[in-house]
């Protein structure tokens, strides 16, 4: 498995995106923050994804977007889609 | 004050090349929301749009002519050929100084843009030509427009997004009734199916996967379109005195901003903006019968437009009929209040509302009546063009039937 794969790691870099897209620092969010704690509206929503997007190498459908409400529920949708590519290209396979 | 007089009405977009051609398919609730010709490498996430698919620049203009023209300048001439032809108007002597000029658009020459920055970045050739800012400029189409026609009024051009078009016509409306020009041709033009614009508009997740459905519980999204809707206004005693048919009036223009996001729609704005567009056009609620609403197709711009038009009609919202057209030609952003003010007009003039295409479900949030997919019959005496563009500007229109009684206001004394 990859450190990809590995929740804290995984929140962190998550966390990592969040805190740079935003411009507030990352000692501000946590797994258990919400959007609308951090004051997220949907255009930031829009912005996370797609800086997501470049940092995983993932493609973060639209019904994936709107279920992204908190921190923890974004980890969850970019670790299912980490493991969905990483089945459908195995470490090492490209 | 004079009243408003509409001599000529010009339009290219998906729906067609003409006025004719648009309205048989606007009447027919035919979508022109198709396959796109380019669907990108990697494909875009949305595969369709409404491009002026018979549109062919050959067609209209001479090599030499299209040196200077981007597509979206081709299209406002294009449409103000059509509609300056209709009136049967010439700008020569006192009158060429006393008309103007006024176009929307939202991002100018957009494929002529692309094209210096591909050669710069992607070719690495440190050479953009030399025509391309003449080509770029937003006002690109409203200059071709005057000198082709010698009109040596007001000549300027609006960009607020999705409202440019009907802030153009609406100050071309104002200047008219005002004194300030005796004609002016006014409307808007864009065109933005150039890639770069594609993919920004892609990764904002506003566009629908396959085609809007406006004020459906199932809509996804907006689809874009492009091309040109222009008018002719003309001071209604000049009009009348060259024996000029008179198509339509323009009677009220309210404006307003949302003050509160940059892209999500608010309720207060766009209700102010049709409070002020009616009392412009000295008009109760209960007099206007059709609404050409902004109606994108997103969850968000349908409901509050919705939950808006009931605010400021109360009662009579009950009555009215609304539809969106941008379920056959897309939404042509800066174009959209200039192409939908075609429509309108000519919604008047023909006693037949056109639908809402692409309509499945109802959402209760989105609860008038919307005409769903089936052109409808009715006697409407005045109607209204909403445009809520991003940023949070707002520009509503007032349309009449040019055979409605003389209001009150504009009686002489």
């Given at each position: ?22 411009r507030?620092?990352p ?6 923050s ?5 004051k ?15 940092e995983?190498?993932?493609a ?28 459908a ?6 | 004050?004079?009243r ?7 339009l ?15 009447a ?27 549109f ?5 203009f ?33 009158l060429?100084?006393r008309?103007?000029v ?53 000549g300027y ?46 990764s ?6 396959d085609?809007?459905r ?29 024996g000029?048919?008179?198509?339509g009036?323009?009677v ?5 901003s949302?003050?509160y ?8 704005g766009?209700s ?6 009616l009392?412009?056009?000295?008009m109760?609620?209960e ?8 109606g ?11 939950e ?23 939404h ?7 192409i ?21 479900s ?5 609860d008038?009546d919307?005409?769903a997919?089936?052109?409808?019959a ?13 940023g ?22």
């Amino acid at each position: 498995m990859s450190d990809e794969c590995d929740v804290n790691e995984l929140g962190r870099r998550v966390i990592r995106v969040i805190a740079q897209t935003q411009r507030i620092p990352p000692d501000q969010i946590s797994l258990d923050s919400t959007f609308e704690e951090l004051k997220i509206d949907s255009l930031d929503g829009i912005n996370i994804v797609f800086a997501l997007e470049s940092e995983f190498g993932i493609a973060i459908p639209d019904d994936g977007v709107q279920n992204m409400r908190s921190v923890r529920e974004t980890v969850a949708g970019v670790e299912r889609l980490l493991r969905q590519k990483n089945v459908a290209a195995p470490p090492g396979a490209a | 004050m004079s009243r408003v007089a509409i001599t000529g009405l010009g339009l290219v977009c998906a729906l067609g090349n003409t006025v004719s051609q648009c309205w048989k398919r606007l009447a027919a609730g035919e979508s022109r929301i198709l396959p796109l010709s380019d669907p990108g490498n990697p494909p875009y996430r949305f595969t369709r749009g409404g491009e002026a698919w018979e549109f062919r620049p050959a067609d209209f203009f001479s090599e030499r002519e299209l040196l200077m023209l981007d597509r979206f300048a081709q299209f406002a001439v294009m449409a103000a050929r059509e509609a300056v032809a209709q009136s049967g108007l010439r700008f020569e002597g006192a009158l060429a100084d006393r008309s103007a000029v006024v176009t929307g658009s939202s991002v100018g020459g957009q494929f002529s843009q692309e094209e210096g920055y591909r050669k710069l970045y992607r070719e690495n050739i440190p050479r953009v030509g030399p025509l391309t800012i003449p080509r770029v400029m937003a006002n690109a189409g409203a200059s071709r427009i005057a000198s082709e026609f010698g009109i040596r009024g007001p000549g300027y051009t609006v960009s607020t997004a999705c409202s440019s078009s009907n802030h153009a016509l609406g100050q071309a409306f104002w200047m008219v009734r005002g004194g300030q020009a005796t004609v002016a041709v006014a409307g808007g033009s864009e065109a933005v199916f150039a890639e770069g614009l594609l993919r920004a508009w892609e990764s904002m997740r506003v566009v629908s996967p396959d085609v809007c459905r406006p004020f459906s519980a199932d809509r996804k999204g907006l689809s874009l379109g492009e091309g040109a809707g222009m008018l002719v206004l003309e001071n209604w005693e000049h009009a009348a005195a060259r024996g000029a048919e008179i198509l339509g009036e323009i009677v009220g223009f309210g404006m307003s901003s949302d003050a509160y996001h940059i892209t999500q729609p608010s309720v207060d704005g766009p209700s102010n903006c049709m409070k002020w567009a009616l009392r412009d056009a000295g008009m109760a609620p209960e007099q206007v019968g059709y609404i050409n609403a902004h109606g994108t197709g997103t969850q968000i711009n349908d409901q509050t437009e919705t939950e808006a038009i009931r605010g400021v009609f109360g009662p009579s919202a009950g009555r009215l009929l609304v539809s969106s057209t941008k379920s056959m030609h897309g939404h042509t952003l800066g174009a959209a209040g200039g192409i939908e003010a075609v429509a309108t007009v000519l919604t008047l003039r023909n006693s037949l509302v056109p639908p809402t295409a692409n309509f499945t479900s109802p959402d209760p949030a989105c609860d008038l009546d919307v005409v769903a997919n089936r052109a409808r019959a009715a006697e409407i005496e005045a109607a209204m063009s909403n445009t809520f563009a991003f940023g949070g500007l707002n520009a509503s229109v007032v349309f009449a039937r040019p055979d409605r009684p003389a209001p009150r206001q504009n009686q002489p004394g």
